[in-house]
C-alpha cells in the first residue's frame, strides 16, 4: 500500500503561481510512475501530468503545457506541481496520484493510488 498526501492548494489570482506537493509513505516510491489530475466541479478527472520512474521522462495535458512543470525527488519520496501563468480555468481539486506500470499513463485508470486531493482556487 502506497499513501499519498497533497499540500500546496490555495487561492490565487488569474496570473499568479502555486507549488503542489504530494508525500508519498509505505512502499518504494521510485518504482511508481506518479501523475497529477484535476476535477473541476461537475465535470470528469482529467490528466494533467506525469513522469516516469527516473524522472527523465515528462508528459503534459495540453491545457497545461508551457505553464506546468512536474518533477519528483524520489530521496525525499516526493512529487511536485510547479504551477504558472494560473488561469480561472484551471480550478479544481488536484490529486496526486502513483501507477505501478512499466510507463507513465495518461488515463486514470492506469492509477493504483490516490491522494485525498487539495483545493486550487483561481480567481479571475
Known amino acids: 500500500q502506497l499513501q499519498l498526501v497533497e499540500s500546496g492548494g490555495g487561492l490565487v489570482q488569474a496570473g499568479g503561481s502555486l507549488r503542489l506537493s504530494c508525500a508519498a509513505s509505505?512502499?518504494?516510491?521510485?518504482?511508481?510512475?506518479m501523475g497529477w489530475f484535476r476535477q473541476a466541479p461537475g465535470k470528469e478527472r482529467e490528466f494533467v501530468a506525469a513522469?516516469?520512474?527516473?524522472?527523465?521522462?515528462?508528459y503534459y495535458a495540453g491545457s497545461v503545457k508551457g505553464r506546468f512543470t512536474i518533477s519528483r525527488d524520489n530521496a525525499k519520496n516526493a512529487e511536485y506541481l510547479q504551477m504558472n501563468s494560473l488561469q480561472h480555468e484551471d480550478t479544481a481539486v488536484y490529486y496526486c496520484?502513483?501507477?505501478?506500470?512499466?510507463?507513465?499513463?495518461?488515463?486514470?485508470?492506469?492509477?493504483?493510488?490516490w491522494g485525498q486531493g487539495t483545493q486550487v482556487t483561481v480567481s479571475s
Open positions: 509505505g512502499r518504494t516510491f521510485s518504482s511508481y510512475v
Open positions: 513522469i516516469s520512474w527516473s524522472g527523465g521522462s515528462t
Open positions: 496520484a502513483a501507477a505501478n506500470r512499466l510507463g507513465a499513463s495518461t488515463s486514470r485508470h492506469d492509477y493504483d493510488y
